[in-house]
């Protein structure tokens, strides 16, 4: 019986999404972090300090009292040099906006955890995109998850991302409400040393402050010279297309797990391809399987990034299919305009000009029940805008 | 101190001053700024292990525009309602002792806007100071109340005198039960300085709440910001002291305007933004002074 | 796609029926196979019904979508029969397991019903959390008798979940206790058996 | 360092020689001066000396040293 007490070191677990966003972030030892709760990230907060109390690791816990805090006390320690932390959701993130913008221009490699939730008023605490991507020009590079193992392993890689000398810009890791973050999924975990000695260095922000050469960071800046301020930021976003991909690479040589800007589901000789975030997409992939089942060959294509945008990963998935019809599902919607994910990817389509049978469903909002069986129908569907189920 | 000292020939001002300069001259403050002479003071009581947070104020405009700045201290300049809370960000990745964090921040980004974050912070027990210069309105926006503006104050949105009393910010950060927090003026600058190194002596959060004449804010020409300050001390309308584990001890300049305070009248008066005041109006106002004189004689037993 | 058994499981917050999908998926986790839970809340406020579930495939499971073809149905608190809608989306092979002494709601004459008395469990074991008894560790063991996960996987979960090991022995008495309750359909079913039989008995003599 | 930040350093005169913006120029009667030093402490530029010196580079002519003076040793005189 005595064996049944030690614990053997355990290489996989079963836990939610928030449990493995907040082992991820203890592998990569922030030495800050800072955090407020809301529904549905908390878990990820109470995870984080309840590691840092039991000792796991040695970091500075901030309960701040608001989001818009939470990311600021990350911006001032990220000025000084500091691996940052933090994680929020919905009210919370747009709570934060001011600070976002702020995180990005001044060039700070602060990792963030985002739950995707549904705005009110109406309270609604399900999935939904929107809060993410209506911050999407923040300069955030932003990705998008469909598994537990995927939060963790993103999030492994998003502060190698973030503190990259030629990125340097802010990482926001998006999970879908409940969906992700409160699901319980097996979850491999990475070997730590081998994390830690080969996949991500020491930080080094290369603008932060000290004593030695005092500097201020933030003075008044003229139109010309924030214009140029903002024209590198672009090319920090764009090196960065680049570094995430090098990063995936890596992290499958180290890892075993495999990652990609567009994750590509039987898309290859599909005729109708489906194209969406997060756990729809994931659960897509059953549409896929059971499509295929009955005849019809679909296929699939999961972004995991919308900033920096893959635009040549998603032209050549969609070049490379002889699909006609692209089925784009939003989980989000910009009244007057459209889904948010159906015009960035037309936009790219036209750039390349190519021209294919676009339907957009704007399915999954406020955390609508959405399942494969649905997507099964949405292929119907004929060109132009459909709100699932209405 | 690593700075050296400079002996002054009467004794006058003892050799206390540090001869560094942490505001370098030529950055774009107002001709007769009495936030800078406050600041300069703070900066050279601190020393030149500080971390500095610029809250959105007029401090930050001072500053210069980019790539030059006149702070000579490692400076972060914040957005308007998060300087304490950036400051918290600071000092937990700057956890050395012997560095001091200070955050700099104006009325409105204080009583108002940024209340929010210093509450917070100093829940926290932040290891900071907290250094609020109070020039009664939104200086940097052209002067627009604030919820530190006095009454009878004329601003731009307050054209015809503020009906409503300036918000003791001190009092409410007192009610934090907060280790040290002291009021000043940079028309005593030896007890600004000295308030500074005592609060800095101190581990966990600090308030200073300073006094700062605003000559185009408060209409008053340039060469009378230290003498109006000295005029709020003297009529009582600002007290000078501190409060340590909640105890107040009221600082010399106030016990000595206290005993025979000037009238209200002669402060206000030769401000162009109380020009408006009806006599009425100065009567009220000189109630609510003797009514202040008197709490604080009680709490202090003068 | 592979074959994928769904669970539900109905309760009232406070009961641990989150909790119970979550331990559910994890023996089934031990047992080698893949699984995925979740609790969809209502409200999390004691007292309001909640719904949880459980999914366990040999494969990968890609499903987020709420369970809508349940094999099993676990319902919590008897209660819950006469305010929310248990039988949604079920089928004749759905199979249910009840926390009461064995008696039949109307609303499940027709299916295959297991019962199991979980609140008398906890409470002669002294099991209580908040006043409540603990009603999800016996109902998992019990449901482990149908077969779903491994007795031993269980009882693994368990203590990974729950640090008193009353849990574990709650489990261990519903495993016993659990019977399967007569009703209108396990009577048709024991008579066509019956009938069977006698026509077996029947073709023998003839 | 391969990112481009924003960040400025300490310069004396961020915003300029401010010594232009000045009206009247603060002149220091040596023979007056009690060595009191309240010019040098109240003025909010720090561009006078603890030698008692003005840097008239900078000095924004605001005309505090003189109101402080208790000696009447600086006068404000008109830029010409």
Known sequence: MMAECVEEEETSVYVTGCEAAARAVIIAKPSVVAAYPITPQTEIVEKLSLFIGEGRHDCQFIAVESEHSALSACIGAASCGARTFTATSSHGLLYMAEMLYWAAIARLPIVMANANRALASGWNIWADHIDSLSQRDAGWIQFYTSTVQEVYDT?????????????????????????????????????????????????????????????????????????????????????????????????????????????????????????????????????????????????????????????????????????????????????????????????????????????????????????????????ELERGEHWWGI | MSADKFKDRHGFWTNTIAREEYILKGNSSCPGCTAMIALRHIFKAAGPDTFVLVGACCAVVCEGVYPNTCMALPTLDTAFACTAAMASGVRAAVTDRGINVIAIAGDGGTVDIGIQALSGAIERNTDFLYVCYDNEAYGNTGMQRSGSTPFGASTTTTPFGKKEDKKDIAAIVGAHNIPYMATACPSYPMDLERKVKRALSIEGPKFLHVLTPCPPGWRISADKGVEVGRLAVRSCSFFLYEMENRELFMSKPSIDAMKNPIPLRDYLSVQGRFSRMSEEDMKLAQEKVNANIAYYREVCGI | MGDIIEIRFHSRGGQGGATAAKILGMAAFFDGKYSTSLSVYGAERRGAALISGTRISDTEIRRYSSIKSPDYVVILDPVLVEISDVTEGTNEDTIFLMNNGGECPLVLEDYILYSVDATSISLDLGLKVAGMPVLNTPMLGALARLGIVKQSSLKRAIRKIYADTRNIRASEMAYERVVKVQNRRSILEESEELEEEAYERLEEAV | MKVKMAISYPTVGASGRTGDWRVFRPVINQKLCIHCYNCYVFCPEGTISPELGVDYEYCKGCGICANECPSKAIRMVKEE
């Open chain 1, 155 to 379: 999030i492994l890689i998003a502060f190698r991302v973030a503190e990259n000398e030629g990125v340097m810009l802010p990482v926001m890791v998006n999970l879908d409400g409940f969906l992700l973050t409160h699901i319980n999924q097996p979850l491999r975990l990475v070997d730590e040393t081998l994390y830690q000695e080969e996949f991500l260095d020491e930080i080094n922000v290369p603008h932060a402050l000290n004593l030695d050469s005092p500097h201020t960071l933030g003075t008044l800046i003229s139109p010309s010279d924030n214009y140029r301020v903002q024209h590198d930021r672009k090319l920090g976003m764009e090196r960065a297309k680049d570094v995430i991909k090098e990063a995936e690479r890596d992290f499958l040589r180290l890892f075993g797990r495999e990652y990609h800007p567009v994750m590509e589901y039987r898309s290859d000789d599909a005729e109708v391809l489906l194209l969406g975030m997060g756990t729809l997409a994931k659960e897509a992939e059953d549409a896929v399987d059971m499509m295929r089942f009955r005849g019809i060959k679909a296929g699939l294509l999961r972004l995991r990034q919308i900033r920096p945008f893959p635009d040549d990963e998603i032209i050549d998935a969609i070049s490379r299919s002889p699909a006609e019809k692209l089925v784009i599902i939003d989980r989000d919607y910009s009244p007057g305009s459209g889904g948010i994910l159906s015009q960035e990817v037309k936009t790219r389509l036209y750039d390349a000009g190519i021209v294919k049978e676009i339907v957009n469903v704007i399915a999954g909002v406020g955390g609508q029940d959405v399942s494969a069986e649905d997507m099964m129908e949405m292929v």
